[in-house]
Protein backbone atom coordinates (compact mmCIF):
# COMPACT_ATOMS: atom_id res chain seq x y z
CA UNK A 1 0.00 0.00 0.00
CA UNK A 2 1.25 3.34 -1.14
CA UNK A 3 1.80 6.01 2.05
CA UNK A 4 1.06 9.69 1.12
CA UNK A 5 3.04 11.28 -1.48
CA UNK A 6 3.72 14.99 -1.79
CA UNK A 7 5.07 17.02 -4.80
CA UNK A 8 7.77 18.68 -5.43
CA UNK A 9 10.40 18.14 -2.38
CA UNK A 10 11.87 21.41 -2.45
CA UNK A 11 10.70 24.71 -4.39
CA UNK A 12 12.13 28.35 -4.18
CA UNK A 13 9.97 30.71 -5.31
CA UNK A 14 10.57 34.89 -5.42
CA UNK A 15 8.07 37.14 -2.99
CA UNK A 16 4.88 37.90 -5.24
CA UNK A 17 4.92 34.36 -7.55
CA UNK A 18 2.20 31.81 -6.65
CA UNK A 19 3.07 28.13 -6.03
CA UNK A 20 1.21 24.83 -6.32
CA UNK A 21 2.13 21.70 -3.90
CA UNK A 22 0.94 18.78 -4.87
CA UNK A 23 -0.08 16.05 -2.77
CA UNK A 24 -1.47 12.40 -3.35
CA UNK A 25 -3.69 10.40 -0.50
CA UNK A 26 -3.13 7.14 0.64
CA UNK A 27 -5.20 4.65 -1.20
CA UNK A 28 -8.89 4.32 0.38
CA UNK A 29 -8.45 7.57 2.11
CA UNK A 30 -11.45 10.56 1.23
CA UNK A 31 -9.76 13.37 3.96
CA UNK A 32 -7.00 15.27 3.53
CA UNK A 33 -5.79 18.05 5.51
CA UNK A 34 -2.79 20.98 4.81
CA UNK A 35 -0.43 22.17 7.57
CA UNK A 36 2.02 25.23 7.33
CA UNK A 37 5.45 24.13 9.68
CA UNK A 38 7.75 26.95 9.86
CA UNK A 39 11.14 26.23 11.11
CA UNK A 40 11.49 24.70 14.44
CA UNK A 41 7.51 25.31 15.31
CA UNK A 42 4.80 22.88 15.28
CA UNK A 43 2.52 22.51 12.35
CA UNK A 44 -0.67 24.88 11.68
CA UNK A 45 -3.61 23.73 10.39
CA UNK A 46 -4.27 25.69 7.07
CA UNK A 47 -7.73 23.73 6.04
CA UNK A 48 -9.40 19.82 5.14
CA UNK A 49 -10.74 18.60 2.34
CA UNK A 50 -13.35 15.64 2.50
CA UNK A 51 -15.16 14.17 -0.55
CA UNK A 52 -14.16 17.53 -2.79
CA UNK A 53 -15.23 19.78 -0.25
CA UNK A 54 -13.50 22.32 2.03
CA UNK A 55 -14.05 20.81 5.70
CA UNK A 56 -12.90 23.77 7.80
CA UNK A 57 -10.24 25.95 7.48
CA UNK A 58 -7.28 27.67 10.08
CA UNK A 59 -6.31 31.29 10.57
CA UNK A 60 -4.94 31.92 7.22
CA UNK A 61 -5.53 34.49 4.16
CA UNK A 62 -7.49 33.84 1.02
CA UNK A 63 -4.79 33.44 -1.00
CA UNK A 64 -4.06 29.91 0.90
CA UNK A 65 -6.37 27.85 -1.39
CA UNK A 66 -6.98 24.27 -2.42
CA UNK A 67 -8.57 21.43 -3.95
CA UNK A 68 -9.57 17.83 -3.67
CA UNK A 69 -10.00 15.97 -6.40
CA UNK A 70 -12.48 12.53 -7.35
CA UNK A 71 -9.65 10.46 -6.78
CA UNK A 72 -8.54 12.41 -3.41
CA UNK A 73 -5.41 13.71 -4.24
CA UNK A 74 -5.44 17.29 -3.24
CA UNK A 75 -3.28 20.91 -4.06
CA UNK A 76 -2.42 23.64 -2.11
CA UNK A 77 -2.17 27.08 -3.93
CA UNK A 78 -0.62 30.06 -2.21
CA UNK A 79 -1.33 33.16 -4.33
CA UNK A 80 1.53 36.52 -4.10
CA UNK A 81 3.93 34.55 -2.03
CA UNK A 82 5.27 36.64 1.33
CA UNK A 83 8.55 35.83 2.28
CA UNK A 84 6.78 34.29 5.98
CA UNK A 85 5.32 31.83 3.43
CA UNK A 86 8.83 29.81 3.83
CA UNK A 87 7.76 27.07 5.48
CA UNK A 88 7.65 23.24 5.12
CA UNK A 89 3.92 22.20 4.24
CA UNK A 90 2.52 18.66 5.44
CA UNK A 91 -0.58 17.08 3.79
CA UNK A 92 -2.10 14.60 5.65
CA UNK A 93 -4.64 11.74 4.51
CA UNK A 94 -7.22 9.65 6.59
CA UNK A 95 -9.83 7.37 5.80
CA UNK A 96 -12.35 9.61 7.27
CA UNK A 97 -12.42 12.98 9.27
CA UNK A 98 -11.23 12.19 12.42
CA UNK A 99 -9.91 8.91 11.78
CA UNK A 100 -5.76 8.62 12.03
CA UNK A 101 -3.82 11.58 9.79
CA UNK A 102 -0.67 9.39 7.98
CA UNK A 103 1.45 12.51 7.06
CA UNK A 104 3.43 13.15 3.79
CA UNK A 105 7.41 13.96 3.78
CA UNK A 106 6.52 17.34 3.06
CA UNK A 107 7.16 19.97 0.58
CA UNK A 108 10.02 22.43 1.92
CA UNK A 109 9.19 25.94 0.40
CA UNK A 110 11.66 29.06 0.10
CA UNK A 111 10.63 32.36 -0.85
CA UNK A 112 13.11 34.59 -1.44
CA UNK B 1 -9.70 27.55 20.63
CA UNK B 2 -7.78 25.35 21.54
CA UNK B 3 -3.70 25.64 22.27
CA UNK B 4 -1.57 23.33 23.56
CA UNK B 5 2.21 24.27 24.68
CA UNK B 6 5.15 22.05 25.59
CA UNK B 7 7.64 23.84 27.47
CA UNK B 8 10.66 22.12 27.27
CA UNK B 9 12.28 22.68 23.81
CA UNK B 10 14.86 20.32 24.43
CA UNK B 11 15.51 17.26 26.30
CA UNK B 12 18.09 13.94 26.28
CA UNK B 13 18.68 10.79 27.89
CA UNK B 14 20.96 8.08 28.20
CA UNK B 15 20.16 4.88 25.81
CA UNK B 16 17.86 2.66 28.20
CA UNK B 17 16.76 5.08 30.44
CA UNK B 18 13.44 6.49 30.89
CA UNK B 19 11.98 10.02 30.01
CA UNK B 20 9.31 12.11 30.12
CA UNK B 21 7.64 15.15 28.12
CA UNK B 22 5.40 17.43 29.48
CA UNK B 23 2.34 18.95 27.77
CA UNK B 24 -0.75 20.84 29.04
CA UNK B 25 -3.58 22.31 27.05
CA UNK B 26 -6.74 24.29 26.97
CA UNK B 27 -10.11 23.96 25.68
CA UNK B 28 -13.29 24.35 26.63
CA UNK B 29 -14.81 20.82 24.87
CA UNK B 30 -15.41 18.23 27.25
CA UNK B 31 -14.75 15.10 25.18
CA UNK B 32 -11.47 15.78 22.97
CA UNK B 33 -8.70 13.24 21.44
CA UNK B 34 -5.01 13.98 22.31
CA UNK B 35 -1.94 12.62 20.33
CA UNK B 36 2.01 12.45 20.46
CA UNK B 37 3.15 12.42 16.95
CA UNK B 38 7.23 11.65 16.27
CA UNK B 39 9.33 13.38 13.67
CA UNK B 40 12.25 12.18 13.15
CA UNK B 41 15.48 14.28 11.02
CA UNK B 42 13.65 12.70 8.07
CA UNK B 43 10.63 15.10 8.23
CA UNK B 44 7.64 11.96 8.37
CA UNK B 45 5.12 12.90 11.18
CA UNK B 46 4.30 9.89 12.68
CA UNK B 47 1.23 8.45 15.18
CA UNK B 48 3.03 7.17 18.60
CA UNK B 49 0.00 7.45 20.55
CA UNK B 50 -3.39 8.52 21.64
CA UNK B 51 -5.88 9.27 24.19
CA UNK B 52 -9.74 9.74 23.98
CA UNK B 53 -10.64 12.07 26.81
CA UNK B 54 -13.23 10.19 27.76
CA UNK B 55 -11.34 7.45 28.82
CA UNK B 56 -9.80 7.60 32.23
CA UNK B 57 -7.23 4.43 31.71
CA UNK B 58 -4.09 6.10 30.45
CA UNK B 59 -3.69 4.88 27.01
CA UNK B 60 0.00 2.73 26.00
CA UNK B 61 1.85 1.86 23.08
CA UNK B 62 4.71 -0.53 23.37
CA UNK B 63 7.31 1.84 25.05
CA UNK B 64 5.14 4.55 25.04
CA UNK B 65 2.80 5.32 27.71
CA UNK B 66 0.80 8.66 28.77
CA UNK B 67 -0.27 10.31 32.19
CA UNK B 68 -3.04 12.14 31.43
CA UNK B 69 -5.02 14.40 33.93
CA UNK B 70 -7.93 15.78 32.48
CA UNK B 71 -8.30 18.39 35.68
CA UNK B 72 -5.05 19.67 35.17
CA UNK B 73 -5.53 19.54 31.75
CA UNK B 74 -2.05 17.60 31.54
CA UNK B 75 -0.86 15.28 28.94
CA UNK B 76 2.67 13.68 29.50
CA UNK B 77 4.52 11.20 27.06
CA UNK B 78 6.94 8.57 29.00
CA UNK B 79 9.10 6.89 26.88
CA UNK B 80 10.81 4.07 28.68
CA UNK B 81 13.72 2.00 27.69
CA UNK B 82 14.95 4.84 24.83
CA UNK B 83 16.23 3.84 22.14
CA UNK B 84 18.86 5.86 19.78
CA UNK B 85 16.04 5.74 16.67
CA UNK B 86 13.64 8.04 19.36
CA UNK B 87 15.83 10.38 18.41
CA UNK B 88 13.21 13.19 16.77
CA UNK B 89 10.96 16.02 17.74
CA UNK B 90 7.89 15.71 19.27
CA UNK B 91 4.58 16.99 19.11
CA UNK B 92 2.07 16.67 21.47
CA UNK B 93 -1.28 17.39 19.91
CA UNK B 94 -5.45 18.34 19.81
CA UNK B 95 -8.31 17.08 18.17
CA UNK B 96 -11.58 17.89 19.16
CA UNK B 97 -14.76 15.88 18.98
CA UNK B 98 -17.14 14.37 16.20
CA UNK B 99 -19.44 17.02 15.64
CA UNK B 100 -17.50 20.15 16.64
CA UNK B 101 -15.52 22.05 14.35
CA UNK B 102 -12.21 21.05 15.89
CA UNK B 103 -13.00 17.75 14.84
CA UNK B 104 -9.99 16.15 12.98
CA UNK B 105 -8.36 18.96 12.56
CA UNK B 106 -5.16 18.78 14.42
CA UNK B 107 -3.68 21.73 16.77
CA UNK B 108 -0.40 21.12 17.99
CA UNK B 109 2.23 22.70 20.34
CA UNK B 110 5.43 24.21 19.60
CA UNK B 111 7.41 20.48 20.11
CA UNK B 112 10.45 19.27 22.11
CA UNK B 113 13.76 17.58 20.43
CA UNK B 114 14.60 14.21 22.09
CA UNK B 115 18.22 13.53 21.83
CA UNK B 116 18.92 9.90 23.02
CA UNK B 117 22.86 9.56 23.30
CA UNK B 118 24.54 5.81 23.31
Known amino acids: ETGVTQSPTHLIKTRGQQVTLRCSSQ?????VSWYQQALGQGPQFIFQYYREEENGRGNFPPRFSGLQFPNYSSELNVNALELDDSALYLC???????????FGPGTRLTVT | AQTVTQSQPEMSVQEAETVTLSCTYDTSENNYYLFWYKQPPSRQMILVIR??????QNATENRFSVNFQKAAKSFSLKISDSQLGDTAMYFCAFSGNAGGTSYGKLTFGQGTILTVHP
Open chain 2, 51 to 56: QEAYKQ
Open chain 1, 27 to 31: SGHNT
Open chain 1, 92 to 102: ASSLNVGDEQY
